[in-house]
């Protein structure tokens, strides 16, 4: 590779890092950590908390911790992976979404279809939210059995302190995994509404912002990686999971661990087993633990240990 060729990589990965505060599908947009600030004052006022807000929210403990800066280094360096390596996202999930319009025409021929185009983008909008919080879920659940994948997994939960860019804190072999999960539900469903809607709808239009996942991010989805502990009425998070259910996911108590693993609906968690409501639980810590914090507290280490993790593992059951 040239220099003028890792020049442009470096500066498209910055401005691709920049965008993320300048884009509304993703949740750290200007507009949703305003709307966060808001409701961590709410939360501020509520426990009558005797120093400054300022004070509360913007923690060195927090934000210049030895943790945050691996978020920091995080998530730019996942920047440069999605361009290498994930830059045709889009096109794949419109080839998908075409084929699958295609074999479905060719199967059961053209269907009898009496909605609008509104009521198609309408169900089709409910369709893919569910569709992507249920596989969301069912990866999450996935990565948390399967040891080989826990040991990928495990940097989201290395963090011991939580910041709204710990949501950027993923290995690139969990990365490459998700956007590959995040084709097939777009690619699935939006062939699906193509088919039924007889064309009436192009695939490009259902690149459109959700207007479910618009509310989800501006209400709170930011303090869900934060220390500001939001919780929602018992029985509403039944339903949805509150920015406070999810800390509690990321608690370094081990029973914690599988607990909580719903993305936007708590739903999936009630009907799996999972699901721990705000109530039951009291002061938390965040991390691996004590003995494996140590082992995930700098950038490199992030990358390099799930592999040698694995290669150990592998070595003691060939031993064995």
Same mark, same amino acid.
């Given at each position: 590779m040239s220099f003028d060729e890792?020049?442009?990589?470096?500066?498209?990965?910055?401005?691709?890092? /920049?965008?993320?505060?300048?884009?509304?599908? *993703?949740?750290?947009?200007?507009?949703?950590?305003?709307?966060?600030l808001? /409701?961590?004052?709410?939360?501020? &006022? *509520?426990?009558?908390?005797?120093?400054?807000f300022f004070k509360y929210i913007f923690?060195?403990?927090? #934000?210049?911790?030895?943790?945050?800066?691996?978020?920091?280094v995080m998530i730019f360096f996942n920047s440069f992976i999605k361009i290498i390596l994930i830059g045709p996202y889009v096109?794949?999930?419109l080839y998908l979404a075409y084929h699958t319009d295609e074999y479905l025409s060719h199967t059961f021929g053209l269907v009898d279809n009496?909605?609008? *185009?509104? =009521?198609?983008? +309408?169900?089709?909008?409910?369709? %893919?939210?569910?569709?992507? !919080?249920?596989?969301?879920?069912?990866?999450? %659940?996935?990565? &948390?059995?399967?040891?080989? %994948? #826990?040991?990928?997994? *495990?940097i989201h939960h290395s963090a011991t302190v939580l910041n709204p860019i710990t949501q950027y804190r993923i290995h690139p072999v969990e990365l490459l995994i998700n956007n590959a999960k995040?084709?097939? +539900?777009?690619?699935?469903?939006?062939?699906?509404? !193509?088919?039924?809607?007889?064309? =009436?709808? =192009?695939? #490009?239009q259902y690149l459109g912002a959700n207007v479910f996942s618009f509310i989800f991010l501006f209400w709170g989805a930011n303090l869900r990686h934060s220390h500001v502990k939001l919780k929602y009425f018992t029985w509403l998070e039944n339903i949805f999971i509150s920015p406070f259910q999810h800390q509690i996911h990321h608690s370094n108590n081990k029973d914690h661990f599988d607990k909580?693993?719903?993305?936007?609906?708590?739903?999936?968690? #009630?009907?799996?087993?999972?699901?721990?409501?705000?109530?039951?639980?009291?002061?938390?810590e965040f991390g691996l633990g004590k003995e494996d914090d140590?082992?995930? !507290?700098?950038?490199?280490?992030?990358l390099y240990v799930p592999f040698i993790n694995i290669f150990r593992n592998m070595a003691r059951k060939i031993e064995k």
């Open positions: 890792l020049y442009v990589l470096v500066y498209n990965g910055i401005i691709k890092v /920049l965008n993320y505060f300048n884009s509304v599908d *993703k949740r750290i947009f200007y507009l949703y950590l305003l709307s966060s808001f /409701l961590a004052y709410y939360v501020y &006022h *509520k426990l009558k908390i005797k120093y400054s923690s060195k403990k927090i #934000w210049l911790s030895q943790s945050s800066f691996v978020d920091y096109y794949y999930g009496e909605l609008s *185009k509104v =009521q198609i983008m +309408i169900l089709y909008t409910i369709s %893919l939210t569910l569709a992507n !919080d249920l596989s969301t879920y069912l990866v999450h %659940l996935i990565m &948390h059995k399967i040891p080989f %994948l #826990w040991e990928f997994h *495990k995040a084709i097939v +539900i777009f690619g699935l469903t939006a062939g699906i509404f !193509d088919y039924l809607s007889i064309n =009436q709808v =192009q695939e #490009w909580n693993m719903g993305a936007k609906l708590a739903i999936w968690d #009630w009907s799996f087993g999972t699901l721990v409501k705000s109530k039951s639980v009291g002061k938390i140590k082992n995930y !507290d700098s950038f490199i280490k992030n």
